[in-house]
């Protein structure tokens, strides 16, 4: 996907944020040099290269990027784009299966030396929830590509989601292997679903038919205890020398592929129905919720002004002795809360009497054209 820069309008700027992570292994200085000549402005480090624009555009290349230095990115900006690439050595996810999930030009994977990147794009030309600047979105995302490197594949079941959300699958294509756990997401996955904004509705669908994660701590030590021994010592070895990034997720890989991910049977149009059927009937429950909700409002409203007319009624001249009070002190909130008083006594007092004691109200004040205009707002006359 290029970046490219599009016209908002006069005196509207434009914002893009770019942030890049370099996780298994930091630059060296002859990176450091090569990625400060893309920009003077960026904020460089070994692990990190984050850069801001209002005007003009990054002289970079993403993609490239990604494929020579870095193993994530976050992308966003103010017409309302949104994308995420990351990275992952190839000998731990391979092309084929990445493939079988991003179908799209939302989802799409391919392969760079012995990595597989992954980029994802979401499009709101509204841009209704932009919100200036991307900090924290990139830190709360990357926990995700641990998990896709240890087998967890609900990140690329999400990518497929997306793909059926932008109508980039066909209604009759069926849904690839369905990931156990889709339905209880991690806090990683859950900022990757909100940043990408998928369909909340769509999603819980899709979850609905996917087995509950079942491996407990038990099943793991069962499966460790029937390691060889010289596995055992060299996954131990690995660890402690910490020369491989990816061994503990080595480990959790091979404990996951003893559970095969079962093959989808659902198609996207079904999905798509689904979603929009959930979608409908939340909605209805919502208004009914909400209609529920004013009703108990309005009876509670409803009530405690029956309590508040009594005790006005139960006061009687000294009601209007109150206002009087309040309408001396010349503030605007009295006067407020005068005028709130005087409707009440309009509720409970004789109309005859309510209107004459008004009108020597009026004519004693008419000199206080700010208590007058209440009144007249408050139609009391």
Known sequence: MSHTRRSKGAGVSEYQYYEFVAIDRPLDGRQLDQV???????????????NTYQWGNFRGDPRALMARYYDAFIYLANWGTRQVMLRVPARLLDLATA???CVGD?????RSGEHVIIDLVSEDESGGDFEWGGEGWLASIIPSRAELVARDLRLLYVAWLLCVQADEVPDEATEPPVPSGLATLTGSLESLVEFLRIDADLLAVAGAGATPEVRSDADMASWIANLPGPEKDAVLLALIRGDDVHARAGLLRRFRGETPTPEGCRTAGALRDAADARRVERERVEEQRRQQAAAEREQRQAAARE???????????????RVSSLIATKKPAEYDRAVALLDDLQAVAAADDFGRRLGELRHTHRNKPSLIERLDRARLR
């Open 99 to 101: 493939q079988r999930y």
């Open 36 to 50: 400060r000549a893309l920009s003077t402005r960026a904020h460089i480090t070994p692990s990190s290269f984050v």
């Open 307 to 321: 309590q508040r007319l009594a005790a006005v009624a139960a006061e009687g001249d000294r009601a209007w002795g």
């Open 106 to 110: 939302v989802a799409s994977a391919w």
